[in-house]
């Protein structure tokens, strides 16, 4: 065997070593001895190369036919993992051979010799499956493994071909790489987080049924050795390597007398699998278990009390009546430490293992002290909160150890038992991450009443799910996980808080948490902000900038008329300017993953001085976070871009302020109640009616009574304002401010009670608040984007004189930038033509950039180790295209199919797209057809034949969008999605075969010893939380999103083929899973048979349509619109589950029936009446079409699917694993797999009529004698059931599969009516010979194969003439010729020169469908000299494509040349002029080498090298000859004695036919009589080859013909 290596860049290592090599998986030695004439008492009769395997107690002759045997190979301290090839001398070698091991494991460094492994192949390989060899590998621990490599062939077998071999003759020659693993007898695996301690012993007995007659061994002499090892006939053929000398003692083999006890005592660190040797299989094991603990003093843990291990009741190999697995055993190892034990056998190894595990671990992290209940036990767990070890439970109603556990339902309670602790949770505690935690102790107790109390149980077995779980008052949260790796028998159960709260303000909160409905949220948070009261200074929580609290209890303020709801009331601890200002408490929905804003005001300013966002998202741990920051970017912005108009706006609330915006002011913005009503009202004033304007009059008024008050003062004071103003020091008093508030804040004026008033907060029914609700003002939502409603302005009377209207209204538009969605109030409009025109959507570097990728496809393929195909995965043409200048980006997938390759596959394609007919838009990418790499420009493309059906289909997807790149968000103007109708053929039976190949050789390529143990560090972990202001998320703002309507067929069964591709039965692979979770045969059987049963419910297509999905104006995260679009399909795909029930076959899917019946009566009013107003331009009849196939098809298909269900029904009712699957007919419903017509049917529903009865009858036989095979009560009582009720349902099943036949081939014979689209494997399946390499991949994609007819010649001999020749030579010829012969001349002569006109049609033998041309008139050739054969000519240059659903190499294309004369497509009796038989290998060949050309010339074009440009690759022309159809000879039956004589004659004609063609005269050899015994049988006539071969093959003439692929 030579395995190459991968040794650095540049260079492979090749590792040479025997095809026989020995892997182990413990620390061994091994010894390999000679056999030496012992043997011969195991030879089979009549062969001294065999030994006979089938010989009673072979196990125990083995072990004494070694006993003294010479010792030829040895080798000690094999480390595990390590390969050991067997030694070239000992494989080549004549002489039997022994292998065996000796263990290294345990106490003694070197244990007993393991029972001896013969080295021949029928004994490794077992192919026959003997018992006792199994029963060998399994005592000798061990497992072998084979790969196929190749395929040997000897010298004189070199130039033969591979079709002349057998199956048999090639598995002969098949190399194997053969691998002896030696694996321990016992595993046992630790998947505890703590490392334990293991105590095994074992007391073996000799079993007597293994001893062996002593008198039929050889004997031993003195010194050990055997004494018929003296002979030298024995040794005649040994290897010259190994010279066999008279040896001491110590040379031979000596094993330990007698079976040895086994004990041990280890420790299993965590994850660790311990490896036993020294195990009996047949013996009872008894084990200990205890905890291990690494101290500095003794100290260790109680042992457990003994269990028992029954082995012997297993399905290893030694037994094959036992049970995969042993009921669970429970294990206690502490107060709160209940485990598990485990026993099942291995997948391939057949070795015990033994897993040791808790099936669920429970973590708290709460911060809280707990107790646990478990439902249906009386014992509580307490949980100090602390970490550590994880609480561990098995949910049993047995507690002891070494009882049965018993699998129920396990659920789980808990309650509180202390406050929170600030050092408990401080463990849990990420400062780092999280922040300092704030914690504030919940009382237990309030006002007299407990407020905890236990929580409602939780399943332990709802592996997954994450939620809140409520003890009283208390809310925590629980998350539900399943463990990988070592750890994958349990579920973490791990309770951590439900809400945290962080602020990353720079300044101090307050929260309160609340417990309501809306109104009650909302009136509390008003009386918070009136006036706090004692409780409410107790219970709310204060946080300082970086600091974090967790929440546990909620006040509960509900009254109870609404629903209630978690909230956090929060305000921000800031100082106000306004003395008589209070902070306002905002309220968050914390039970909402969403983004909420909230405005600051500071109580002087109506405008907000700043906005807070509040982000709510779940974190991974299951919690919900709550973090609040400043917003970074605003949600909106208002403008005023008017120059000269006041704006005054409010939102539509009660709690909302108004806010006014002088000319050419901006502001942001957000809603000031985000529980309120979200419209803004707006409104145009005055300049005199503004705040503005008031207060500035305010301060004018106050200026001017401080002037007077001055004037009235002496001349010192007047000088010392004089000097004030002269000097250089600032002066207040001359200080001009175009800010009336700054400049009254800084002169430090009260100001007067209409100043104040302006500045404050006024109420709903303020006066200005009013105002804005006149009948000028308008309302806006904020949420579309675009055009608004234009805003009046005043008249001109209610304005100020010195002022002039420049217009009558205000332009309102609505646009985003960079994130915010902006409020424009303009007085043209020129902002909102330019947005909407899209001049603002500069695009940036990507409006200018330019993208074009086209992309032929790429393909996955699966395949297995035969090699061959199962499975192909192809994507075609895949296309992305963004031209310079433009914003729009265009994606499509042009197709995408899922195969099933096998031949016999169920469904040969699983995933396809719906025809939805041929593309007839303008490419995206200019260029991209394949055709103009290669067509030269002086050639037109109508004259590339082969060219004109590259029509390519509607692209299963595609995806238009625009983008606009911003900062701070991504803006999608428009986004428009379509997915292609699809059908989908699952087979679930095919589906697991496939996973489970894929997980097999994913195993191949992992690491055995590679453990998960992340999980025990995972439990302990700290809790961090990371916010959506951390994460740093992207918003995206789509304008229009729209996702056309979807369609889905579904074709689902879940029953299991009778027999897979390798004829090895596996009917029970989907149940495997569901029946070993039971540890009973018979309820195993009774769950198979149920399920078996229940499969043929199973069988549905149901049809599911989802309706569009359409969305305008999405300002969101982008994973919160999908996860909003995915319970949109979720909730019509709920909607639509009546479907699957009425989709069963076995009820006739009347839902697809009923779709049939209206579709088929609507096309036969719509398609009719187009047909009638079009004058039948298009054909005409499509519409009756569509009726009697929907209808009648329909119909018949209907009554076929409810007969063939109802029969398979009832046989799988009387079946059972006695039953045989021998003569027993597939299935009577067709699945899928229709007759081809009518009297198809009735051929194949006779065929499943008499196969039915005779397998019936054949079971009322066979089924009571395999049930009396299993040696049990039950299996006869099963067998006999079986047989007699089979026998007598038989012939019901039987007429019911008729009757489906026959109903399946009425409805396909309607199919002829329309041939529509040919639904068909992506291309053919590769060919690979058996046990050679897979070959290349060839052509990626061919749909069908394109057939260019060029021309026909043949000839045709004048009857005239040659009839004349022979009256002349007769003599009967007198030169005259009569009226009647003239004209019968002159007809002969006029049909010669005008044939009738010919046609050819392609027929693929496996469809019988004829591809027909048209017919064309051949044309006379004129040959000179030439009086007796007439030569003709017909061009057709047509093509004729050839579409099969299963196209394969193997297959054989007739083409056929027709008169014309009305010949049909499904034409199959009918007998042609001429034949030319054509395999689609040699078809396929001509078609690989034009598409090869044609790549070759691609890749030159595209690297500029213009070789051959102006050539053209054209399809190559070839001619076949055309024969005349061969005569069908009816069968001759001889007599044996004839046939025998024939063949002795044929071979002695054959022998001297050798010798007389060398001879100069052999015209007078005679042959003898060679018939049977000298004569006896029937002289039969002589029949000449050559008349034979005349007879059969007569050519007709020759068609040239030229192919190309088709690949749509």
């Not at 290596?5 to 090599?21: E, F, M």
């Not at 008499?1250 to 099963?1278: C, D, F, M, Q, S």
């Not at 070959?1335 to 994609?1341: A, E, I, K, R, T």
């Not at 007599?1535 to 036919?1553: F, H, M, N, Q, R």
């Amino acid at each position: 065997t030579v395995v190459p290596k991968s040794d650095s860049l540049d260079s492979i290592t090749l590792d040479v070593r025997t095809s026989v090599h020995v892997c182990t998986e413990i620390p061994i030695n091994i010894r390999i001895v000679r056999i030496g004439k012992s043997t011969g008492k195991f030879h089979k009769h009549g062969s001294k190369k065999k030994v006979d395997l089938g010989k009673k107690n072979l196990i125990a002759a083995l072990r004494l036919v070694v006993e003294g045997s010479p010792i030829v190979y040895e080798k000690s301290g094999i480390a595990e993992n390590d390969v050991v090839p067997l030694p070239l001398d000992v494989l080549d070698s004549s002489h039997f051979h022994a292998l065996l091991i000796q263990p290294l494991t345990g106490r003694n460094s070197h244990g007993s010799w393991r029972d001896p492994i013969l080295l021949t192949k029928d004994f490794l390989l077992n192919s026959t499956n003997m018992r006792d060899v199994t029963r060998c590998h399994a005592l000798s621990g061990i497992v072998v493994q084979k790969e196929r490599l190749n395929v040997h062939s000897s010298e004189r077998r070199r130039n033969t071909s591979i079709a002349s071999d057998t199956n048999r003759s090639i598995l002969r020659r098949t190399a194997w790489d053969t691998t002896i693993q030696v694996v321990p007898f016992f595993l046992l695996s630790n998947s505890l987080p703590f490392p334990i301690a293991v105590r095994t012993w074992q007391t073996v007995e000799e079993d007597e049924g293994e001893f062996w007659d002593e008198s039929l061994l050889p004997s031993t002499s003195a010194d050990g050795t055997n004494e018929d090892l003296s002979s030298d006939e024995d040794f005649t053929y040994a290897t010259p390597s190994i010279k066999f000398k008279r040896s001491s003692p110590d040379e031979h083999h000596s094993s330990s007398a007698g079976n040895v006890d086994h004990y041990s005592e280890d420790t299993v660190a965590v994850g660790q699998t311990l490896r036993l040797s020294g195990v009996s299989l047949r013996e009872t094991l008894f084990l200990q278990v205890s905890q291990h603990v690494i101290a500095s003093e003794n100290a260790s843990f109680m042992w457990t009390s003994p269990m028992q291990i029954d082995l012997k009741k297993m399905k290893t190999g030694i037994s094959k009546k036992g049970v995969t697995q042993l009921p669970k055993l429970i294990l206690d190892l502490g107060d709160n430490c209940d485990c598990l034990i485990h026993v099942s056998i291995g997948g391939g190894t057949r070795v015990p293992e033994c897993t040791i595990y808790s099936p669920y671990w429970i973590m708290n992290k709460t911060g809280l002290k707990m107790e646990y209940r478990v439902s249906q036990r009386k014992k509580s767990y307490l949980d100090s909160g602390i970490g550590g070890l994880p609480i561990m439970i098995h949910g049993s109603k047995s507690e002891h150890t070494n009882e049965k556990y018993n699998n129920i339902s396990s659920k789980i309670s808990l309650i509180p038992l202390e406050c929170p602790c600030q050092e408990v949770a401080q463990h849990w505690w990420d400062d780092t991450s999280n922040g300092l935690l704030v914690l504030q102790k919940s009382a237990m107790v309030e006002h007299g009443r407990n407020s905890v109390d236990w929580s409602e149980y939780v399943d332990l077995d709802a592996a997954g799910t994450n939620g809140e779980i409520k003890c009283g008052s208390f809310i925590f949260n629980v998350r539900i996980e399943s463990l990988a790796g070592a750890f994958h028998r349990s579920n973490l159960i791990c309770f951590t808080p439900r809400y945290v709260v962080k602020n990353t303000l720079h300044i101090a909160v307050s929260v309160l948490p609340i417990f309501g409905g809306v109104h009650d949220a909302i009136k509390k948070a008003s009386q918070l902000r009136q006036n706090l009261k004692t409780i409410d200074l107790k219970r709310k929580i204060d946080l300082a900038p970086g600091e974090s609290t967790v929440l546990f209890n909620f006040h509960n303020y509900s009254r109870g008329i609404e629903k209630p709801y978690h909230w956090l009331a929060f305000c921000v601890n800031a100082s106000r300017f306004g003395a008589s200002f209070k902070c306002k408490w905002h309220l968050i929905p914390v039970d909402v993953a969403e983004s909420h804003f909230f405005g600051e005001h500071d109580g002087n300013n109506d405008t907000m001085c700043g906005i807070l966002e509040a982000k709510v998202h779940s974190s991974d741990a299951g919690s919900m976070l709550v973090s609040i920051s400043h917003a970074e970017v605003p949600p909106y912005r208002i403008e005023n871009r008017s120059s000269t108009h006041y704006l005054r706006l409010v939102q539509d609330d009660d709690q909302a302020v108004v806010f006014e915006l002088p000319p050419l002011y901006s502001c942001a913005y957000t809603w000031d109640s985000p529980l309120g009503r979200k419209k803004l009202r707006a409104i145009v004033i005055s300049k005199a009616r503004s705040k503005d304007n008031q207060l500035e009059e305010a301060l004018e008024l106050e200026r001017y009574e401080e002037a007077s008050q001055l004037n009235d003062k002496g001349g010192e004071n007047r000088n010392n304002s004089v000097h004030t103003i002269d000097s250089d020091d600032e002066s207040t008093e001359s200080e001009t401010t175009k800010e009336p508030l700054l400049h009254s804040l800084k002169r430090g004026v009260r100001l007067d009670s209409q100043a104040r008033k302006l500045n404050k907060t006024e109420r709903y029914r303020s006066p200005r608040k009013i105002a804005v609700f006149s009948l000028d003002s308008r309302s806006y939502t904020l949420t579309k984007v675009g055009k608004q409603k234009d805003l009046p302005c005043p008249s001109a009377k209610e304005s100020e004189s010195n002022l002039r209207m420049k217009s009558s209204k205000l332009f309102t538009h609505i646009r985003i930038v960079a994130g915010t969605k902006i409020l424009s109030f303009s007085d043209s409009t020129w902002l909102s033509d330019q947005v909407q025109a899209g001049i603002l959507r500069k695009g940036g570097n990507f409006k200018s950039a330019l993208c074009e990728i086209n992309l032929q496809g790429f393909g996955l393929y699966i395949m297995d180790d035969f090699p061959r195909e199962v499975m192909a995965v192809v994507v075609r043409d895949l296309q992305l295209h963004k031209p310079t200048g433009s914003i729009e980006l265009t994606a499509s997938v042009r197709h995408f199919q899922v195969d099933a390759m096998l031949p016999d596959a169920r469904y040969p394609i699983i995933i396809e797209p719906m025809p939805l007919g041929v593309d007839r838009r303008a490419p995206m990418i200019n260029d991209s057809d394949s055709g103009n790499l290669i067509v030269p420009e002086s050639v037109g493309k109508k004259d590339c034949f082969w060219m004109q059906n590259e029509e390519k289909p509607v692209p299963v997807f595609e995806i238009a969008c625009s983008y606009v790149p911003q900062s701070n968000m991504v803006w999608v103007p428009s986004l428009n999605i379509f997915i292609c109708p699809l059908k989908l053929h699952i087979d679930v039976d095919y589906i697991l075969r496939i996973l489970g190949m894929i997980v097999n050789s994913t195993n191949k390529y992992q690491d055995g010893n590679a453990r998960n143990l992340t999980a025990t560090s995972q439990a302990n972990d700290q809790l961090k939380y990371i916010t959506r202001g951390q994460l740093n998320m992207c918003m995206t703002y789509i304008e229009k999103l729209h996702i056309a309507p979807v369609h889905f067929d579904m074709e689902l069964n879940i029953q299991s083929d009778d027999l897979d591709d390798d004829g090895e039965g596996d009917s029970s692979l989907t149940l495997h899973s569901i029946a070993q979770t039971t540890t009973s045969a018979g309820v195993a059987g009774l769950l198979s048979w149920v399920i078996n049963v229940g499969a043929n419910f199973a069988h549905v297509s149901p049809t599911f349509q989802y309706s569009q999905e359409s969305h305008s104006d999405q300002y969101c995260d982008i994973f919160d619109l999908l996860v909003e679009i995915a319970k949109s399909y979720i909730v019509q795909t709920v909607k639509q589950a009546y479907k699957v029930v009425f989709s069963m076959q076995l009820l006739g899917d009347p839902s697809l029936l009923i779709h049939q019946y209206k579709k088929g009566i609507s096309d036969l009013f719509v398609k009719s009446g187009a047909e009638m107003a079009t004058g039948g331009k298009d054909g005409v009849g499509k519409g009756v079409t569509s009726l009697v196939q929907n209808v009648g098809g329909g119909t018949a298909f209907f009554f076929g699917k409810v007969f063939g269900g109802v029969a398979d029904l009832a046989d799988a009712v009387v079946t059972n694993e006695t039953t045989s699957n021998h003569l027993k007919p597939k299935s009577a419903s067709s699945d899928g797999k229709h007759p081809d017509n009518v009297v198809d049917g009735v051929v194949q529903g006779t065929k499943f009529l008499g196969e039915t009865v005779v397998h019936g009858i054949a079971g009322l036989i066979g089924n009571p004698y395999r049930g009396a095979k299993t040696g049990t009560a039950t299996g006869v009582a099963k067998g006999v059931a079986s047989g007699v009720v089979g026998f007598a349902v038989s012939p019901f099943v039987g007429a019911l599969g008729f009757v489906a036949k026959t109903s399946d081939g009425l409805g396909a014979t309607t199919k002829y009516l329309d041939l529509g689209v040919i639904e068909a494997r992506c291309r053919p399946i590769r060919m690979v010979p058996w046990g050679r390499p897979m070959c290349d991949n060839g052509l990626p994609f061919l749909k069908g194969i394109g057939i260019r007819v060029h021309t026909i010649r043949y000839q045709k001999a004048r009857k005239r003439f040659i009839e004349k020749n022979n009256s002349h030579n007769n003599g009967d010829d007198d030169g005259h010729v009569t009226s009647e012969e003239y004209k019968r001349i002159r007809a002969a002569e006029e049909r010669r020169k005008n044939p009738p006109r010919k046609l050819v049609s392609v027929l693929h033998k496996k469809d019988k469908y004829h591809y027909i041309t048209a017919p064309i008139r051949p044309k006379l050739l004129d040959v000179p000299g030439n009086l007796v054969l007439s030569h003709y000519a017909v061009t057709y240059e047509e093509t004729l494509i050839l579409r099969s659903s299963d196209l394969q190499l193997s297959d054989v294309v007739a083409i056929n040349v027709w008169n014309y004369r009305g010949l049909k497509s499904s034409t199959t009796r009918a007998t042609p002029l001429g034949v030319c038989n054509i395999p689609v290998g040699d078809i396929y060949h001509s078609v690989l080498h034009f598409y090869k050309e044609q790549l070759m010339r691609k890749e030159s074009n595209l690297l500029g090298e213009n070789a051959g440009a102006g050539s053209l690759i054209i399809p190559v022309p070839q001619d076949y000859a055309l024969f005349k159809p061969c005569k069908k000879q009816s069968p001759d039956h001889k007599d044996i004695l004839d046939v025998i004589g024939e063949e002795l004659s044929a071979i002695e004609k054959s022998e001297e036919d050798k010798f007389t063609m060398f001879d100069s005269d052999s015209s007078g050899s005679d042959s003898d009589d060679s018939t049977f015994l000298g004569g006896g049988g029937k002289k039969k006539k002589e029949e000449d080859l050559s008349s034979v071969v005349k007879a059969n093959e007569r050519l007709f003439g020759n068609i040239s013909l030229s192919f190309f692929p088709i690949p749509w």
